[in-house]
């Protein structure tokens, strides 16, 4: 008997058969009737062989993000936040915290079990530091299954424990992360196609994901705030770029604000303060870009011991001119400083 019900049996490879092909030549339902689709589909189902290969079919089958109730979305380019069916389901323990943190930054990857016993005690582990962090994710799956309303077996297909640590699969849902890294490609693969106007919109579309600094309210050890810190570096790389098209696109007015702002924020930041001079210059604000560089010059000789770089001091002196090659807008002019770049030397050359 046992045998004619498994999934080898012919019986149920014939059920599994007709099943299939009905539901793949079925029409689906009109998208009103389906909560969080916009637009009709042919439904292509195939059976899944367990609940990790039904999430991931899934995902597949619904690429358009979802607004149900069974998912999983996260946030980490901000404060930590993990809603699990639409309910808040974040950690309040502090070693959970950085535990889920870990494991968030890496998701879809295994992190080695020696590298979050650093991330979670630096150098200073405790001799149950495995046991411990056995517990901790023991904890994260009870979580996970509750959250969303599984079984244990199900959330250890989500929290996986492989041969040398534990590896966090990508959710369902929404993934602030995900979402700023695919933005920032699609940016580079828009701008490589020649079409920067649409790769300035990928990297403002990138940006509008943070919600303040990395993880903001999870108190890092050593190990993690060195990857909230590369995240950081990421998110002011991003900043410059965009800036950069948009003076290139000669979008000079409508983020003078957002430059003076950065530059506040900022104040060892020579793009940000080539930026704003230049399209304060291009705005007919020759004294307020003058006195940017100013800011910028007494900033660096009182605390580097160090003038501003040559390039710089070139748009500066361009600004006391009036030189109009400033004027120059262009996708080949980076910062509207394409020229004086060309024309110096290498010493410290434009920070990109």
Same mark, same amino acid.
């Given at each position: ?18 099943? *299939? ?14 909560? &969080? ?16 290969? @039904? +999430? ?11 607004? =149900? ?45 020696? /590298?979050?016993?650093? &991330? ?11 046991? !411990? ?17 599984? /079984? ?20 369902? =849902? ?11 490609? /699609? ?9 920067? *106007?649409?790769? @300035? ?5 990138? %940006? ?48 003078? /604000? ?33 006195? !940017?560089?100013?800011? %910028? +010059? ?6 580097? =011991?160090?003038?501003?770089? !040559? ?26 400083? =394409? ?14």
């Amino acid at each position: 008997m046992n045998s004619q019900s498994r999934s080898g049996s012919p019986s149920a490879n014939r059920l599994e058969r007709e099943t *299939a092909s009905r539901l793949s030549t079925r029409s689906a339902p009109p998208s009103s009737e389906i909560p &969080g689709i916009a637009t009709d589909f042919p439904l292509r189902w195939r059976m899944p062989r367990n609940r990790l290969d @039904f +999430w991931q079919s899934f995902r597949a089958y619904f690429p358009s993000r979802l607004t =149900g109730d069974q998912m999983m979305d996260i946030f980490v380019l901000g404060p930590l936040q993990l809603r699990l069916r639409a309910k808040p389901a974040t950690p309040t323990a502090r070693k959970h915290r950085q535990l889920l943190s870990l494991l968030l930054l890496n998701a879809g990857h295994t992190v080695n079990v020696e /590298d979050l016993i650093r &991330g979670l005690w630096d150098d200073t582990p405790p001799r149950s530091a495995h046991i !411990t962090l056995q517990t901790y994710i023991a904890h994260l799956r009870k979580q996970i299954a509750n959250g969303l309303d599984v /079984d244990m077996n199900a959330a250890k297909e989500i929290l996986v424990t492989t041969g040398s640590g534990y590896l966090l699969q990508s959710p369902v =849902g929404y993934f602030d992360l995900q979402e700023y890294r695919g933005l920032r490609r /699609d940016g580079a693969k828009l701008l490589a196609s020649g079409t920067p *106007a649409q790769a @300035f919109e990928s990297l403002r579309k990138a %940006l509008s994901h943070w919600r303040g600094r990395a993880l903001a309210d999870v108190q890092p050890s050593r190990v993690l705030a060195a990857e909230i810190d590369r995240l950081e570096e990421s998110k002011l790389r991003t900043v410059e770029e965009y800036l950069d098209f948009a003076l290139r696109l000669g979008r000079n007015r409508e983020h003078l /604000d957002e430059l003076s702002d950065l530059c506040v924020a900022h104040p060892l930041n020579e793009n940000f303060h080539l930026a704003n001079m230049v399209a304060l210059y291009r705005c007919n604000l020759r004294a307020d870009a003058l006195r !940017t560089f100013r800011r %910028l +010059w007494d900033t660096t000789v009182n605390q580097l =011991g160090l003038e501003p770089t !040559t390039v710089i001091q070139r748009v500066h002196d361009a600004i006391l001119h009036s030189d109009d090659e400033l004027l120059w807008v262009s996708m080949d002019n980076p910062f509207g400083v =394409g020229p004086f770049i060309r024309a110096s030397t290498p010493d410290r050359a434009l920070a990109r």
